[in-house]
């Protein structure tokens, strides 16, 4: 399987006034080409920033951070990142949000419109264009970043608990959303959450962290059929592999 990110001994280490503090240590990972992949673990494990590092946001004290085999110097334009809120810019229409990385990326215009639009329709939200964020409900705003996100067409996704902020409704709807979207573009993904539902209904494997410094302790694969569903989440292999992770966050 070709990789489209992949750490190897990543080490990264924060100089505080109280000296330095190794917030991850030999953190080893790989994302495959079209594969979804969930990083787990609890606070302050470190799992931000490993998705901050995959997006040239900061460089690792050791090891090597690859997109597509070639190092991260900075941020590019392989990967596209989603965070917990959605940033859009309040004086700005949905579509003018979404194309907003257009002129930092240097798109040229009628293209990244006409892509914009298609993305927009993507993830349901055409009718909105000339909406502005306000008029929009917290997952409808999420949506519109996961379409700005993929403006560009990266090849790997990078999201950083998309869903944290949303109500339990809004976000098991977006959990079966983002499903059909990535069904529909086969994206490779890096998948940050704190939820073991979550990740085992979302991914293709779980990668779990331990608590800082930072590192993986397991690779699980998850072999359930795709398209998973709302009944999915009864089904005793699923219920299976989420008591097996839970286990890592039970404390006696």
Aim: charged residues 20%.
């Amino acid at each position: 399987m070709s990789a489209a990110l992949t750490l190897r001994g990543v080490g990264l280490t924060y100089a505080t006034r109280r000296g330095e503090i190794d917030a991850l240590s030999g953190v080893d990972l790989q994302v495959g080409d079209g594969e979804f992949v969930a990083l787990l673990g609890p606070s302050g494990c470190g799992k931000s920033t490993v998705l901050k590092l995959a997006a040239g946001l900061m460089s690792a004290t050791t090891g090597e951070v690859l997109l597509a085999d070639k190092p991260v110097n900075g941020p590019g334009r392989q990967a596209g990142v989603v965070f917990q809120k959605p940033n859009l810019l309040p004086w700005k229409t949905v579509l003018e949000n979404v194309l907003l990385p257009a002129r930092t990326l240097r798109l040229p215009a009628a293209p990244a419109k006409a892509r914009a639009l298609e993305m927009l329709e993507l993830v349901g939200l055409a009718q909105f264009a000339a909406d502005y964020p306000y008029e929009l409900s917290g997952g409808m705003q999420q949506r519109v970043g996961i379409a700005r996100m993929l403006l560009h067409d990266p090849h790997l996704l990078l999201m950083d608990e998309p869903f944290a902020a949303l109500d339990a409704l809004s976000r098991e709807a977006l959990t079966l959303e983002l499903q059909r979207i990535w069904s529909a573009q086969r994206k490779s993904v890096l998948f940050i959450t704190h939820s073991i539902q979550e990740a085992v209904f979302l991914a293709d494997r779980v990668l779990v962290m331990s608590p800082g410094p930072g590192r993986i302790i397991e690779a699980l694969p998850i072999p359930l059929a795709r398209p998973r569903t709302p009944e999915t989440l009864a089904d005793a292999d699923f219920l299976a592999l989420c008591q097996h992770l839970r286990r890592y966050f039970s404390h006696a």
